[in-house]
C-alpha cells in the first residue's frame, strides 16, 4: 500500500501553512475586523469562502464523492501546477507523460524544473503499460494519463488506467477534462480503492464556463489535505463561486448541451469524411476532432483567411497530417463546411498561393 506522505516533499510536510482570516474563525459572528476589508461597501468585499464548502457540497452530491475529497482550482490547470509542486522536488524528481496529450504537464513541468519523460501512446493511441512501467525510477513522483485523450480524442481503456494506477509506485492523475462527452465510466468509481489516484473535471468543456475558471481535483482525504495547504487562500474567487453554485442548480442545460454536442460531432464526423483531401476522421469521445487531411498547412491557412480558427497539430507526434477541430454549433459547423467545400473546389496553383510567405 502506498503511503501518500512518504511521496509528498518533504519541505511541503514540514511547512506551515498561511493562516488566512477565514480560516483561522469560522462560524458567524456579527461584525468582522479581522480581514482589513472595506466595510463600507456591501458586495464582493469580503474575501470569499477559502474552501468554498458551498460549491464542494454540491459537486459533491452530484458526483456521489465526499466534498472532503474535493479540491478547486482556478481552472484545472492549477490543480496540475499544485502537484507538480506538492510530489516533484525541483531538479531532482520527474514526471511521466504519455504523449501527444494536453501540453500543460509539460509546461507545469519545466516551471517547477521538473523532468518530464515522455513514453509515447501506441499507434491505436493505447498507453504501453509495461515500457510506463519500466520508465519508473525512485524520482518519477506522477503519472498523467488523460482520458479522453486531448488531441486525440479517444477514450484511454479503464482496465489500462487500472491496471496503471495499481502498479505505478507514485501518484496517478487522470485527467477527465472530456469525460462528459465519453459514454465510458469515470475513474472516480476508484477513489475508494486507490489512495494514489487523482482525478482532474473541469466546469470549462462540457459545462461551458472556460471563462470562470474552475477546475476540480478528486482524491483521497490525505492528498486533498495538501492541496489545502499549499494553495493561494483565495484561490476561488467570490464571483465564480456565486456563479457555479447557480449554473450547478440547472443540470438541465447541461445534458441537454452535452447531447447536443455529441450529435454535432457525430454528423460533422460524417460530413467530414466526405471531402477528399479528409484521410481520416478518429473517432472521438470529446467534443472535437481528429482529422487526418492532405495538405494540413494549407487548409489550416485557408481557413483563417475566412476566419475560421481551428488548432493545427500536424507536427505532432503520431498525429502527423492532422487537424483539430472543435465541434461548434451546428451554425458553426455549418460555415466550417461551407469554407472546406470552397477549398475544395480551388485549382492546384490557388491552393499553393494560400500559404503566406
Ligand atoms: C482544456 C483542458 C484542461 C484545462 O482545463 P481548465 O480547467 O480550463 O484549466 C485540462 N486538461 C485537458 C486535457 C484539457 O483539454
Redo the contacts with the bound molecule.
Keep these: 500500500m502506498i503511503d501518500i506522505n512518504n511521496l509528498v516533499c518533504k519541505h511541503i510536510l514540514e511547512m506551515k501553512p498561511y493562516a488566512s482570516a477565514r480560516s483561522e474563525f469560522k462560524g458567524e459572528a456579527l461584525v468582522y475586523l479581522d480581514a482589513n476589508e472595506n466595510t463600507l461597501q456591501a458586495k464582493y468585499n469580503r474575501y470569499p469562502d477559502p474552501f468554498q464548502q458551498k460549491l464542494k457540497e454540491q459537486i459533491g452530491a452530484m458526483k456521489k464523492v465526499n466534498s472532503e475529497q474535493i479540491f478547486l482550482?482556478?481552472?484545472?490547470?492549477?490543480a496540475?501546477d499544485l502537484l507538480l509542486r506538492i510530489f516533484c522536488n525541483a531538479g531532482q524528481d520527474a514526471i511521466i507523460t504519455l504523449p501527444p496529450?494536453?501540453g500543460?504537464y509539460k509546461v507545469s513541468a519545466s516551471i517547477c524544473n521538473v523532468e518530464n519523460i515522455e513514453v509515447p501512446l501506441q499507434d491505436n493511441f493505447q498507453p504501453n503499460v509495461e515500457l510506463i512501467l519500466n520508465a519508473q525510477t525512485d524520482f518519477t513522483k506522477l503519472l498523467f494519463i488523460?482520458s479522453p485523450?486531448?488531441p486525440t480524442g479517444n477514450d484511454i481503456d479503464l482496465e489500462i488506467i487500472e491496471a496503471l494506477i495499481k502498479d505505478f509506485e507514485g501518484i496517478v492523475v487522470v485527467?477527465e477534462?472530456?469525460i462528459d462527452f465519453s459514454s465510458q465510466a469515470s475513474c472516480l468509481g476508484l477513489l475508494k480503492q486507490y489512495p494514489n489516484l487523482v482525478v482532474?473535471q473541469?466546469?470549462?468543456?462540457a459545462w461551458g464556463m472556460?471563462g470562470i475558471?474552475?477546475?476540480m481535483a478528486f482524491a483521497s482525504v490525505e492528498i486533498v489535505k495538501v492541496f489545502n495547504k499549499v494553495k493561494p487562500p483565495y484561490n476561488i474567487n467570490e464571483l465564480t463561486q456565486e456563479f457555479a453554485l447557480k449554473r450547478l442548480k440547472n443540470t438541465a442545460d447541461f445534458e441537454y448541451d452535452v447531447l447536443a454536442i455529441i450529435s454535432e460531432r457525430e454528423r460533422l464526423k460524417s460530413e467530414l469524411q466526405d471531402f477528399y483531401f479528409v484521410k481520416k476522421v478518429y473517432s472521438s469521445a470529446a467534443n472535437f476532432l481528429l482529422v487526418k487531411v492532405l495538405h494540413p498547412d494549407i487548409i489550416y491557412h485557408y481557413l483563417i483567411a475566412q476566419g475560421i480558427i481551428i488548432r493545427n497539430r500536424s507536427q505532432v507526434m503520431l498525429c502527423e497530417g492532422c487537424l483539430r477541430i472543435t465541434v461548434g454549433s451546428a451554425t458553426e459547423n455549418e460555415l466550417l463546411k461551407t469554407a472546406l467545400y470552397n477549398f475544395s473546389i480551388l485549382n492546384k496553383d490557388e491552393k499553393e498561393s494560400i500559404i503566406p510567405r
Excluded at 482550482?73 to 492549477?78: A, K, T
Excluded at 473541469?202 to 468543456?205: D, E, M, Y
Design positions: 482550482g482556478n481552472g484545472s490547470d492549477e496540475i496529450t494536453y500543460m488523460c485523450n486531448n485527467d477534462a472530456y482532474l473541469t466546469f470549462s468543456k472556460a475558471r474552475l477546475g
